[in-house]
């Protein structure tokens, strides 16, 4: 998945017609996903002015919606006035309202829709514009944040991001975007090493332990090159979550690797805390080698049952 800045390099580079028409599209779909949908308008007739076919494009029809949506209103309320027990027209303003970001009037929409036909459909309606509301939110959170509160602002955004992740919602650009504002984190904070750590526990997540054991081995060479205390602590901080990473992975020699090339050289001072702080190396790979003798144990003993 190729982000906004891709698309805008890309089109100052090129002058190839049919190249300029693609990454039109391509960035009016990140736009779109942002909900921003003036900006993916613009560029939809970009594209469509170069020859490219986008009127039944998923996002165009939407964003023909959003440019229209004061006309569409005004002619839903007109003809609620003569029908207002037809609760579809209300689903619809409902629909147009949250285009423009009018969430009260979207939801009272709604409501009044589910008052009148209380049925699946009308349910589905108001549950679309919960979920909808929520990720418009959290997009405005970061676009109209002030600079001290952006930080927590992106941080919410990467959490609804993994939300969408684990439930399979567009995965490519909900792990394109939560990396761009981890990296946005990272540029903003005083202790980059610190919070380089977040691209690990972000990959972890969503279940993508290669791209955490990648990532927690930067984090390790970094603070392995620093000489302050907290640099140190953080080095057998971060290796021992490499080791349970590897541990998930079933990949114990590389694991133990790291056990043994940071088990000599114990942070604490005291050496009942050091010892005890590389047993905790040694507990991580017990609880998964438990687990996985169990598991695999389990299927053994029922596969001889079954045959």
Not at 78 to 106: G, M, S, V
């Amino acid at each position: 998945m190729r982000d906004e800045h891709f698309y805008t390099r890309a089109l100052s580079l090129t002058s190839k017609p049919e190249l300029i028409a693609e990454y039109y599209i391509g960035r009016a779909e990140w736009y779109y996903k942002e909900h921003q949908y003036d900006k993916a308008y613009q560029d939809f007739c970009s594209a469509k002015e170069l020859g490219s076919d986008i009127e039944n494009h998923w996002g165009f029809s939407i964003c023909k919606d959003y440019i229209n949506a004061d006309d569409n209103i005004k002619k839903l309320t007109e003809q609620i006035k003569h029908t207002p027990d037809d609760y579809d027209l209300y689903c619809k303003r409902a629909n147009f309202y949250l285009l423009k970001r009018e969430y009260d009037k979207a939801v009272c929409d709604a409501v009044k829709a589910i008052s009148l036909k209380p049925c699946p459909d009308t349910y589905k309606c108001l549950d679309k514009l919960t979920v909808e509301i929520r990720e418009c939110n959290v997009h405005d959170a970061v676009y109209h944040s002030k600079k001290k509160d952006l930080i927590n602002a992106y941080k919410l955004r990467i959490e609804l991001a993994i939300e969408k992740v684990k439930q399979g919602d567009n995965q490519d650009y909900w792990v394109k975007r939560a990396e761009l504002d981890i990296d946005k984190i990272i540029e903003m904070s005083k202790d980059k090493t610190l919070a380089l750590f977040l691209k690990v526990n972000f990959h972890g997540r969503i279940y993508n332990f290669d791209g955490a054991i990648r990532n927690c081995k930067r984090v390790i060479e970094q603070s392995e090159n620093r000489t302050d205390k907290l640099g140190k602590a953080l080095t057998y901080i971060y290796a021992q979550q490499l080791v349970f990473l590897y541990a998930h992975k079933e990949k114990f020699r590389e694991g133990m690797d790291v056990v043994l090339k940071y088990s000599d050289k114990p942070y604490y001072e005291d050496i009942k805390k050091g010892i005890k702080y590389i047993e905790s190396f040694t507990n991580i790979f017990v609880d998964i080698l438990r687990k996985n003798c169990r598991t695999r144990f389990k299927y053994t003993k029922q596969r001889n049952k079954d045959g």
